[in-house]
């Protein structure tokens, strides 16, 4: 008891320290890319295809397909999943049906990534004949991405405080018009900040893309859907399990990309929630 | 629990049909699918890329699925060429017609299967067939090298091998137990190549084995092991592999195409490609080429087995030669079976 008092509080130190190590972990982490990366990244490296020979490797096509996913994954998962969450909180009646949703949908959240692959290649690839293109990988991350969005939509549309509701309902606005205009402007940010974890979470599995069946080679960038399936995190794990050297760095520049796309994606993000916050305000 | 998730599918495969609509490709080339073999991956990704380079609309796309894998997908539609390090079982090739598929069998190249240890084990040089069997084998006693051979150490052995979609464990098996698929199950199994290479030059004591050509890439980071199949120490060598004298355990790998994609320009030109260039390419990535003769028979075969699919897909009943590919027996059965080569059933 001789320390000052500011000093006497472990469990503040304790979070602090946390907090540090994983910025510091981070910055380690990123570092070590971009070094190992440097050696790789130029413009060709962002427009060439895959090859053998490591000089002239590249990830345009993975990097397209990458795009794709995220682009059918948000139009796929978002209506679906907000969707959801709205009827759940705003028009289900509370029954044992609506029950079992939640508890599927929050269950669901946790099961491993691998597992949607699975399923996915039975659902989308085999028995709708998808084929391993990008539509059936962009449908099986949507799957994916359901249940963190319907989890956090809900989460976000239940912080609305209940007066909101009853004030509206009170002046005689309709069940759509309560959410069109109080709930979905109030529950806004949150709902955004849900969808963007979600989108992290799909834009790096490798797994139930790779069970799906990915491109270790493809000479062209996907135009369309109907392109066979490739992405970063899939051409990561291939060059980062090929056992030459040299395919090391070209492993983390892809990392090192796939990271920047995910910021910026979560940046942008970042900035709605603020500009929504501010007009709600 | 049912009703809204229902509706969710309703409008996933309403989003769906939307993107299929809009999803047809608009130009270049038709998309070329290749799926199978890692031991013959090396080959079809030179020889892509070089076909990308002269052509550059084409548009190929690899997967490695392992022979097994590949020749399944390819019967499912869902790869046009399949590449195998072994040729298709009775098994598979009538599920692959049941569903109608019509296709040939051309072989590309020659690779032996390598055995391989860490560079710095210099403790054993040579193994012999039966003491293959008795490592790998189903009831495998051998746990440590000295219950090989006296006189070797007694470190644990860490063995590494093909997974059993691959053709190569496949046709390891078959030659070193004598039935196809009997092997001990206690190592480390996969289909990548790579994760081999990777599992015995990171362990003193491993033992592994894949598709000689993988070992180009790495002659400094694993050893391969001479193979004493009766008549002395012979390794892995193209020159070996070429002559013969690492039979029974070197095999031909082959592309697996279907007939009557074989009207489509994109598709026969980039086979046809794979034909000629595997020649030259066989060699620099590591395998030994076939017999000049060999090639040009499947050259001859791809243009006959061209004819007949434009008969066919013209649909002019009057063609001789759509008749002849309508047969009861076409002749890409002929090359399926090979009777040129027989196949090495007896390891003896």
């Known amino acids: ?281 | 629990m049912t009703a809204p998730g229902i509706r969710g599918w309703h409008a996933i495969a309403g989003s769906m049909a939307v993107f299929l609509l809009c999803g047809c490709a608009p130009d270049g080339g038709r998309v070329v699918v290749v799926d199978g073999s890692s031991s013959l991956y090396p080959l079809a990704e030179a020889v892509s890329e070089a076909f990308a380079r002269e052509h550059p609309a084409a548009r190929i796309v690899i997967r490695i699925s392992g022979s097994g894998g590949g020749l399944r997908r390819f019967c499912e539609d869902e790869a046009d060429i399949a590449t195998a390090s072994r040729l298709m079982t009775a098994a598979e090739m009538a599920r692959c017609r049941g569903k109608g598929r019509r296709f040939l069998a051309l072989p590309v190249a020659r690779d032996g299967v390598a055995m391989v240890v860490h560079p710095a084990n210099e403790a054993v040089a040579c193994l012999t067939l039966a003491e293959l069997g008795r490592i790998w084998g189903p009831d495998a006693a051998v746990t440590t090298w000295r219950d090989l051979r006296p006189a070797l150490p007694a470190e644990k052995v860490r063995l590494f091998g093909p997974g059993i979609d691959s053709g190569t464990f496949r046709f390891f098996t078959r030659v070193v137990v004598g039935r196809p698929g009997a092997s001990r199950t206690d190592y480390y199994r996969t289909e990548d190549d790579h994760l081999i290479v990777r599992g015995v030059a990171g362990d003193l004591w491993s033992l592994g084995y894949f598709g000689s050509a993988h070992h180009a890439a790495h002659a400094d980071r694993l050893r391969m092991l001479a193979v004493d199949t009766g008549f002395g120490c012979v390794l892995p060598t193209p020159a070996a592999i070429r002559d013969g004298r690492y039979s029974p355990l070197s095999r031909d790998l082959y592309l697996y195409v279907k007939r009557a994609l074989l009207a489509d320009r994109d598709v026969f030109d980039f086979i046809e490609h794979f034909v000629s260039a595997s020649e030259l390419l066989a060699r620099e990535t590591g395998y030994a080429p076939l017999p000049a003769a060999e090639y040009s028979r499947s050259r001859a075969l791809l243009s006959e087995a061209r004819s007949d699919a434009l008969g066919q897909s013209a649909g002019d009943p009057g063609d001789p030669r759509a008749l002849a590919g309508r047969g009861q027996n076409p002749p890409g059965i002929r090359t399926a079976t090979h009777p040129g080569r027989v196949p090495r059933r007896d390891p003896s």
């Not at chain 1, 320290?17 to 510091?24: E, K, M, R, S, T």
């Not at chain 1, 993975?62 to 209506?79: D, E, K, N, R, S």
């Not at chain 1, 949507?142 to 912080?159: C, D, E, K, M, Q």
């Not at chain 1, 062209?220 to 760095?249: G, M």
């Open chain 1, 1 to 281: 008891m001789t320390r000052p008092p500011s000093r006497r509080d472990p469990v503040g130190t304790a979070c602090r320290v946390a907090a540090i190590a994983l910025l510091v972990v981070f910055l380690v982490f990123t570092a070590y890319l971009g070094y190992t990366a440097s050696q790789v990244v130029n413009i060709d490296f962002l427009r060439e295809a895959s090859s053998g020979v490591a000089v002239s490797a590249g990830i345009g096509p993975a990097l397209a397909g990458t795009i794709w996913l995220l682009l059918l994954t948000a139009v796929l998962a978002l209506p679906i999943g907000i969707g959801t969450a709205i009827y759940l909180e705003e028009y289900a009646p509370r029954t044992r049906v609506t029950a079992v949703i939640e508890s599927v949908a929050a269950n669901l959240a946790g099961i491993p990534s691998v597992i949607y692959g699975i399923v996915g290649l039975a659902l989308f690839v085999r028995a709708l004949g998808m084929g391993p293109s990008i539509l059936a990988g962009g449908c099986t991350l949507a799957v994916l991405a359901l249940p963190v969005v319907i989890v956090s939509s809900r989460t976000a549309i239940r912080g609305v405080p209940e007066g909101l509701r009853l004030a509206a309902y009170g002046l005689g606005a309709t069940r759509w018009q309560v959410v069109r205009n109080q709930i979905l402007p109030a529950a806004g940010p949150g709902i955004l900040a849900g969808c963007c974890a979600a989108f992290t979470r799909t834009a790096g599995a490798a797994a139930p893309l790779l069970v799906l069946g990915t491109a270790t080679f493809m000479s062209f960038a996907p135009q369309t859907p109907a392109h066979p399936l490739t992405s970063l995190p899939t051409q990561i794990f291939a060059w980062a399990t090929r056992s030459q050297e040299e395919f090391a760095a070209l492993a983390a520049g892809a990392a090192l990309l796939l990271l920047l796309l995910l910021l910026a994606m979560n940046l942008v993000g970042a900035l709605v929630v603020r500009r929504l916050n501010g007009a709600s305000r």
